[in-house]
Structure formats: structure tokens, C-alpha cells
């Protein structure tokens, strides 16, 4: 199922920006995972905000279409031409917007972007996955008139808008930012909500499924073949990958499951090690299908400094995929598991959904994730805190909290052990916010306004 509705997305603020600013000396590259918004929201923004555009899909564009590239880019007079004359388009200089959709499947049409930006007639807007992988660019010329940036899935506030319930939005980034409690009637509310999107998920399909029918059925279809899509992708990556990166991926709900959610090598071959899959997971890392998080050692301003590269969780980029990956052998009514998981009837591990979600939440707020472990004097017992978040000078640490039970002897010992780092410790919980001493508690939908 292909996404109907256009979504208000906030990535659309920030191509106006490049607009605005940068559009005359960068091309515009928007990475992400597959079916997220990316060709959606270029189009929309195209429509809208140019006299007239031009979309080339390399994944579709036919043989005359690319050997304008490799034909006719010292001759952009010929180039500009023949390029109206296929798409039947008339370029307005200064005025135009030309897309390469999908570029990694032609990376010639990437490394144009030096001498079509050079030229300084039109702008140009590139999207696509896995952009960044080795073998898709190993013979070209990256070009430095380029800007990134990300696109995730929808988060929540996102998902608020799609509902034309802009002011629970309002109404939560209010009573973060003056640290007073909802109440019980708005807080059940905004959880119901939130509880929709965490078995929803952000993927516009999805999302699209959900507002047009409410039918579970409808969602679970378009999820599924969002699914279904990834893993075929998963398959085609060559020399052995696919199918270690494919096993991977379907280990993520049983990882995540486990007290321990330290990637172990050994869940995938026993007796195999970490480095045997990196590139394996350099694949679901880049091609935005997971979201890692790094250990470690010490708490600091600059995290990447104490960083573990070979010890890491890794989170579903969506927890509406999460929770269909984790129950699809399970449970063949949807509508029965919708009514479980709404009314908690159903006895499910909601700290794996919550602590995904969050993770998610800080992926879509362009935030490193970091998780950390440490002794202290007082334990023999190895000590973990969820998430770090580097905040000025100091740490913000997070611990999610999924049960009802409010201890949280590891955060309070990291408080202790680091009091000059250690600045505004947080517990995710699905609790109304309250404030107790230096801890703020907030509930799990005011991860995005952190």
C-alpha cells in the first residue's frame, strides 16, 4: 500500500530553509530509509514552491534519460534541452526544481551535481538509500556541493497532525516546558494516543491506513509490505551479506526481548564474533533500517570519545514495524491484538516497545544514541543507564521505565558517582509528569521534547 495522504511532515521547514539559504550553492541530498516520505514531501515541496520541476526516478528512468549524463554534462546547453523535450517540462531559470529520485540506483547522476550546480540555472534535490554505502559510490566523485540531511518516520507530534489533534501537541510541549502534570483525563488521553502510535508506527502507509479506515487489517497490510520490502532488499545485497544482515534484522524483537540487549554474535552463529557481521550491520545501520546504540565507559561532553564501536543495542528505525516483526508468527487476529495492546490485556514485553520508541524519538531529534555501563563501589553488579544525552557541558541521563515500579537504583548511583557531570536525569515512564528532588519524570510522549 502506497502512501494517499500528504502529511504535514516537519523536514518541509527545513527544505524551505535550503531554499531560502543554500539552494544557489548546494544541491539538496534527503537519505533515508525506504517508503518513509522522502519522494512524497519532494514533490509536494516542488509543486508548491517552484514555477515548474522535474522528477528523474533512476528507478524507472529509461536509457535516454541516462545518457544525458554520460553523454551530454560538458554540454549542459544540449543537456538542458533534450532533458525538457523527454519530460515535456519548461525550466524557469532561478525558478525550477530538478529531483533525482532514487540517485543510488545511477550514482553518475550524482556526481554531475558539481557542474548542474556550478551552472547556477536551477535547483536540485536528490533522495534516496543506502547513499552512503561504499559500493555505491566507489567510482565516482562525491561531490561538495551537497548538503544531507535525514528523514525518519513520522514521529509523534507528526502523527498528532495527521489526526488534526494540534493542540495535544501544544498541550504537551506546555507542560514539559513549565514542568507541571497534565492531569489524569488529558494524560489517559494522550497515552491512548501514544499507544495507537507505538503499534501504528510513523511509516506514512501506515499512518495513511489508520486515519483513512481505522481498520487494524489495513495497517498490518501496509506495514507488512513495508516488511516485506526490506527484507527482499535485505536478500539482494551481494558476497554473502544479505543473508547474515536479513537474520540479523529478524533477531531484533528477540534481542530486545532479553535482559541483556547487547548485540551477542552468538545469536546469529554460535561461536561466531561481533566483527564477523559488521559489515552486515554497517548495511541495516546505513541503509537506515536500524538505530544503534553505542556503549560507553565514561560520561562526558563528548560521548564519541568513550565510545565502544563492537558494543551496541540494536533498535527497529520504527516501532510500529517493531511490534508486527515481533508478533507476525503469533498472532493471526488483528483486531484482537489491537483491543490487548489499547486496554493492556495483553501480556507483552511493553519495556521492549518503549525503550525502541524511545530510541526512536532521539533518532528522529538527530540525537546519538548512547547507553552506558559502569561499577560502583557500593554493587558488585554491573551497573547500566539507557540513554545519554550530551547537554552543554553536561549529561542528561534517561532511563526508561515501562513498569509501574519507580526504583532506579542505576541512575541514582550514576548521579552519585558523577555529581560535576551528571545535569537534569530524566525517567521515561508512562506515568503523568512530576518532579522529585533533580529527577523529572515524564511520560513516554514527552521523549520528543527533549
Avoid at 17 to 24: A, G, I, P, R, T
Avoid at 248 to 262: A, G, Q, W
Avoid at 399 to 425: A, C, G, T
Wanted: hydrophobic fraction near 40%; charged fraction near 25%.
Amino acid at each position: 500500500m502506497v502512501s494517499r495522504t500528504i502529511f504535514k511532515r516537519k523536514i518541509y521547514q527545513r527544505l524551505l530553509e535550503w531554499k531560502e539559504n543554500s539552494s544557489d550553492k548546494y544541491a539538496l541530498m534527503i537519505e533515508g530509509a525506504r517508503r518513509v516520505g522522502k519522494t512524497t514531501i519532494v514533490k509536494e515541496f516542488a509543486t508548491k514552491e517552484y514555477r515548474s520541476n522535474i522528477i528523474i526516478d533512476f528507478s524507472i528512468a529509461s536509457d535516454e534519460v541516462k545518457s544525458l549524463f554520460k553523454d551530454y554534462i560538458g554540454d549542459l546547453e544540449t543537456f538542458f534541452f533534450r532533458l525538457q523535450s523527454i519530460y515535456n517540462v519548461k525550466l524557469h531559470t532561478h525558478e525550477s526544481l530538478i529531483i533525482f529520485d532514487e540517485v543510488q540506483l545511477f550514482p553518475l547522476a550524482r556526481q554531475s551535481i558539481k557542474h548542474l550546480v556550478a551552472d547556477g540555472r536551477y535547483s536540485y534535490i536528490e533522495t534516496g538509500s543506502l547513499i552512503s554505502i561504499r559500493k555505491n559510490v566507489e567510482n565516482i566523485l562525491i561531490p561538495s556541493e551537497e548538503l544531507s540531511i535525514s528523514m525518519h518516520p513520522m514521529d509523534f507530534e507528526e502523527f498528532l497532525w495527521a489526526q488534526d489533534k494540534h493542540m495535544l501537541a501544544d498541550l504537551i510541549r506546555k507542560s514539559f516546558e513549565e514542568k507541571v502534570p497534565l492531569g489524569s483525563k488529558s494524560h489517559c488521553l494522550i497515552m491512548a494516543q501514544y499507544s495507537a502510535y507505538m503499534l501504528v508506527g510513523g511509516m506514512p502507509s501506515a499512518v495513511d491506513a489508520y486515519v483513512s479506515t481505522n481498520n487494524p487489517f489495513d495497517v498490518e497490510k501496509a506495514k507488512g509490505a513495508i516488511l516485506k520490502l526490506y527484507r527482499d532488499d535485505l536478500m539482494k545485497i551481494s558476497g554473502g551479506l544479505g543473508a547474515s544482515a536479513r537474520k540479523i534484522f529478524e533477531l531484533i524483537p528477540s534481542t530486545l526481548m532479553k535482559h541483556e540487549k547487547t548485540f551477542s554474535p552468538s545469536d546469529v552463529r554460535a561461536n561466531s564474533a561481533t566483527r564477523d557481521y559488521l559489515d552486515s550491520i554497517s548495511w541495516l545501520e546505513q541503509s537506515r533500517l536500524v538505530n544503534l546504540c553505542y556503549r560507553c565507559s565514561e560520561p562526558s561532553p563528548s560521548l564519541d570519545l568513550s565510545i565502544d564501536a563492537n558494543s551496541f543495542k540494536m533498535y527497529m528505525l520504527d516501532t510500529g514495524l517493531l511490534m508486527t516483526l515481533a508478533l507476525e508468527k503469533n498472532i493471526a487476529d488483528r483486531e484482537e491484538l489491537y483491543d490487548a495492546i489499547l486496554n493492556n490485556k495483553l501480556s507483552l514485553n511493553k519495556g521492549m516497545f518503549f525503550e525502541n520508541m524511545v530510541a526512536q524519538e532521539l533518532t528522529m531529534s538527530e540525537k546519538g544514541l548512547v547507553f552506558i555501563k559502569f561499577y560502583t563501589e557500593d554493587s558488585e553488579r554491573i551497573q547500566e543507564v539507557d540513554f545519554l544525552i550530551a547537554n552543554g557541558k553536561k549529561v542528561a541521563p534517561l532511563e526508561v521505565k515501562s513498569s509501574r515500579s519507580s526504583q532506579h537504583p542505576s541512575l541514582d548511583r550514576l548521579i552519585r558517582k558523577y555529581p560535576k557531570i551528571i545535569n537534569s536525569p530524566y525517567v521515561i515512564h508512562s506515568k503523568d509528569l512530576r518532579v522529585d528532588g533533580e529527577i523529572t519524570y515524564i511520560p513516554i510522549y514527552m521523549t520528543m521534547c527533549l
